[in-house]
């Protein structure tokens, strides 16, 4: 038995994103987990230090399942982005800490692995064709293997103009406006040019972010099928399960659905009606390791395959946690992950490596990555508001996914 | 255009249940509603505090729906019980303030009432059958037309005793144990004691509160159809949706379902398929009166009725939302309350009175209420882990509906 | 990297049971698996001595899903009893190893206990009901909780008399005669007077093992309904999934299937549509620990509870890791298990002990038991033909579940 | 009652290509059955000599329905390819000796000849298009009217260059690899250059032997519609039959599946709900002839042919037992055969003819084959494993169909 001693969350920014870690000490050890809800840091890190610190010091961290449907039952209402995070903290400190007290990498306590790194997918932005281009083959010439390709903010760029009836309909409505026919129609253009330039052999990404509506999602899914994506991402939000029928039914691009997912509900008719190909979910937004490998068996049962969410507000920990799935699902499809800059380097010592298109664990048994907890105090977190997902029509109204 | 100026969460504690009220101000006026996650209080607080206040600030209240979808899509991540409940709270203080500023009851916007009041179902606990009983005559005699039933704490009493194997079992796995056999059994003689000296006229229910297996819990509403319940409630967890299928098919008990629901697939299948007969929404966790009188909407379209969640957590504020959604509803059903304690009633001036078996609504605009901030502050919230939630089995592990 | 040196099975028959055991060594330890298919013992041991261990020697035991994928998909045929399960013996054993390695029992490997003991079912035979009854109270004497009672063999006792008719009908026909409508009547009786006798409280089940046809099996599983047994095993043959629709639509008495699975497509539909409330696998005919710990993840996800076959014919290494699965998956049901022989116990130290109704895990990293080899040379095993699966009608048909 | 006597195996691999016969003798006569697994030879042979020998011996040979019932519920546990190829091998060796008795070809017994002889389809392999098209003009030359085309091994050749990431990657994981995008592609371009030489009265056929991801499979079958292929060969693996409405949804193009099937569910829904064209066991793996012929009947039913795998790893008996069951089938649809080498001819003497693009029966009762032992006895058999099977994507992870 390894006794729980101490629990609490420690938040940084570096590179200017927001995380939250969660360290869980025994007896005889600690481990780190990543409990990232970048929206909402000081609530996961609350949730945290508040409410699960209480209940889980003095308790036993061998028992990483039974702790787990503790948390997840202790607060009555279950599911949902803050609390699933703040589980998802202790879930991954659980396992690191399980892998040092064995001596092994976490990949190992979950079955060793079935590959030794794991292909990723990198972000090409630009504002017109020829600067996501220039982007594309910038991750080329550094060896990647896939790119996903977006024209300016989610929905591509603000279509107004210094239109008057323009500035009516906004008026007192701000947020970030675009066009969803003149996002659908400059997306193929824009894998058009890439595809000319960029030939077959890379594999091309695409996310929709619920952008458009269902049937418009539909019409780019179709016609973005000669350029044979490796997938389109996210085509509808996720309490909109019935849609993937229709998409299903009228393409056969490949796709992609989960990291706004946090209820089984939203995942489970996706897999097993095979309406998808790639299960995305965001790790920590499920409640860590112990809920997402489960997930990854389910996939596996219905050949669906794993590309866990990895944007800038996964910590390098959640990173380590998505790979160690990676290197030992059988199942496992592409990562994806956008980098990590200098200061998320020298707070992450252990971070992971991404060389030649693939991402490579660092040493070291557990999740095999420390926090240097005064590099992190040197990048304090401020609560914030985000304007991106104020996503506007031309009409003024929210776009509502 | 009513601008907001302010917006800010009280918590408070009178009679010992914490409870979270949000105030929004505006130029013109003020509006409150409920927040109340009891068992996370201050992550909502501080959700509302944090982020929606700085979010909402400027903006127009009278866009009540713009606002709700700016909330809801503005974390990216949406759902659960924290952010949820932080939207209710601004939701509901707008609707207030609405009909203050309208001069009238919030029931009036949403279409007029088409009842006066609203039936309400009371609770009887006790140890055995004879205490239970004891409760129920009690209620009668204050004029309840509805009673439910429950023996011991969910899922009944502790079943262990001096049994030095249950010890064992036992060892460093803490919770709130209890006997699903057990339980199961004792419900039926529970009923047939009840309704032997109740008669058949007085209504009666009882919540399973997700404490059996599935296959058990479908023989309870079997086993219980005799004694005719007006609802059997809880049946399976949330994410258990195909359950229900199964429930259906073989007994008539007439069920309702919802209080844990923060999700639309848990609730969508259950109301188009008509599994369930009752929709039981915990209204501040949908995120307030907006979503919930669309739920009531899509329930009337296929014959379900309401019966909002109405325990100790929810506050006198958010027991005046629910009654000013059931006097308008076509399809209200019935209405659970447990009364108010007198610290309750001193906080929250305008609390809705019960009488003669139903809830009435106090005079006034918008939901008639107020708060004695001063009355709130003499009942402060502390932060704490909740037992109850953590039911085990006789062998130790977590019951994990 | 822990390199494996040598694969090799090893047979032995203590208390005439045939049971196969694979040994993995490495350069740094060695583990141990269970893959019995006792009717055909030397196949398994061949397959895994002349098939797998030229295979695996040489390769990294770190890597079980790797290794397991390879074998799976090494023979291109796939599945089948005698394929499994030499796989199975290589899986456990590497789970085994990995334990030791770490210096961790199986179950933290798993994700640690979510109880300390498993509940367990004992077996009541007897060529009437009151010798079934006398075994049932002897069970309870000993502290159990749950007794699956059965009247004779499968089926039932023998149904031929000296009837001239009747041996006309067999001639040539050797096998196990049974009358199934004589069996289907008896099984009611048995349990009206098992159930008279001890009440309600002990826990009681019962196995079809596919002796009847399809309807008849729906009429036993409704007329046991007043019974409430735990549940009512193996309804029907395993290619028979449509029945179970059937089944499931007449009756609510809780299902169990699985011994005979080694398919997905034999699981997956009744776990996913919840046409059983226990899956019961034979987790060295899946081929072990790794497929049955993703069948279990399955399984929790919809609500069904696992049961894994415990006969005679799993050795104590098997037994153990059943244990170590029960111990860890949120969604244990029960623990089927006959009891250990003095030869078997030899034979195996570390087998686990049955005590108060419950089965309990001995100590050690691994799964926590080992062989003395010199005393598995003491019982050799004899390849022989059974007979009690040579189950004819009286009309002489084999009868073909 | 023609009494079983003896019931043996005989291992030969003339032509490097393990094979397993078994003999059956009666008291008045014998048969010869094909039981070729030639991944696990010497397990099947086994399985006949130490089970099913002494379980069949002075038993009826006459009633051949009855002992594959007995064969196949006797071991308890069922299917497999090392069971059922050892029972086929006792099954078709009863057809032939039931023939021998009748004095009459096997054909004759299954109802009598539909057509005279069988299409065939050959196999054109090459490392590059033009060397397909060479052996495609090979085999037109030659008489054939079907051709089935592939480029290098299953999935294509060895994408691996010098790079170093790759050698990184596959460190420690020694495997076939194959890239499938790179498969994918070069499929569509083969069949280009091949029909655009040959025109399109060839029936051109391909096997995509589980090489891709579900979506690519979509994907090919639809980019090969142009070609109108007479089918397209194993899209998925036999687990996942739910992929096949996918694929049936979105193309035309025939499709073709069963050579791994042992299992009912397997085919039964690929058959009822019409979702291949071509049901195509490898019979010695279903379990011999009559399991065979009532697969026939079943797809006859749904209007779906036959296509029967054929190729070097089953033994001239069992092409008989194929060319039998296609002569007197309805619903035959084509027989895959990649031809007899001479050592194999010498072997069994009456190995059918194969000319003009259709095999001919040979005269004679029964199967018309025999085997010559001495003959046999020269090619022995050396249990081996197989490389083929062991194929890897670039990333170094096992393809797991």
Redesign the interface.
């Known amino acids: 038995?390894s006794t729980i001693t101490n629990v609490r969350s420690i938040l940084t920014a570096p590179d200017s994103v927001a995380l939250v870690i969660v360290r869980v000490e025994t007896d005889d050890g600690h481990g780190l987990g990543c409990a990232t809800?970048t929206?909402?840091p000081?609530?996961v890190a609350?949730?945290v230090d508040?409410?699960l610190a209480?209940?889980l010091v003095g308790?036993?961290a061998?028992?990483?399942?039974?702790?787990w449907?503790?948390m997840?039952?202790?607060?009555?209402?279950?599911?949902?982005?803050?609390?699933?995070n703040a589980i998802s903290g202790v879930d991954m400190a659980l396992w690191d800490l399980?892998g040092k007290?064995?001596?092994?990498p976490v990949y190992?306590?979950?079955?060793?692995?079935?590959?030794?790194?794991?292909?990723v997918y990198r972000h090409a932005n630009g504002r017109d064709p020829d600067e996501v281009l220039e982007a594309v083959e910038a991750h080329l010439a550094d060896?990647a293997r896939a790119v996903r390709c977006q024209l300016g903010g989610y929905g591509g760029s603000d279509p107004a103009g210094p239109d008057p009836t323009t500035r009516a309909l906004r008026e007192?409505?701000p947020g970030a406006y675009y066009s969803p026919d003149q996002y659908r129609r400059s997306v193929v253009d824009l894998f058009d040019h890439v595809r000319r330039h960029v030939g077959?052999?890379l594999?091309l990404l695409h996310d929709i972010h619920e952008r458009l509506a269902p049937m418009d999602a539909v019409r780019l899914a179709r016609d973005l099928e000669p350029h044979?994506l490796f997938f389109l991402e996210d085509p509808f939000p996720?309490?909109q399960?019935g849609w993937f029928r229709t998409l299903?039914?009228h393409t056969?691009t490949?796709i992609a659905m989960g990291e706004?997912h946090?209820?089984?509900?939203?995942w489970?008719p996706l897999v097993?009606?095979?309406l998808i190909?790639f299960v995305r979910a965001?790790i920590s937004?499920l409640g860590g390791i112990?809920p997402a490998?489960?997930l990854a068996?389910?996939a596996?049962?219905?050949?669906v395959?794993t590309a866990w969410h990895g944007p800038h507000d996964v910590s390098p920990v959640g990173h380590a946690a998505n790979l160690h799935l990676d290197l030992?699902?059988?199942?496992?499809?592409i990562q994806e992950v956008i980098g990590f800059g200098a200061a998320t380097r020298e707070v992450f010592p252990g971070t992971p490596e991404i060389?030649?298109?693939?991402m490579w664990p660092s040493a070291g048994p557990g999740l095999g990555i420390e926090i240097d907890e005064e590099a992190a105090a040197r990048y304090p977190v401020q609560?914030?508001?985000?304007g991106w997902?104020?996503?506007r029509w031309p009409d003024g109204?929210?776009w509502?996914?």
Not at 62 to 67: G, K, N
Request: proline share 6%; charged share 25%.
């Open positions: 038995m809800f929206q909402r000081t609530l609350e949730a508040q409410y209480p209940l308790r036993d061998d028992r990483i399942e039974d702790l449907q503790l997840y039952l202790n607060a009555y209402w279950r599911n949902g982005p803050v609390l699933n399980k007290l064995a001596g092994m190992d306590l979950l079955g060793g692995r079935s590959r030794n790194a794991a292909l060896g007192s409505l077959t052999e594999h044979e996720p309490d399960v299903r039914h056969i490949p706004l946090n209820h089984p509900l939203e489970q097993t009606e095979r190909d965001h937004q112990t490998r489960k068996a389910l596996e049962a219905f050949g395959r030992t699902a059988s199942n496992f499809g060389r030649d298109g693939y609560p914030s508001v985000i997902t104020q996503s109204s929210m509502t996914p």
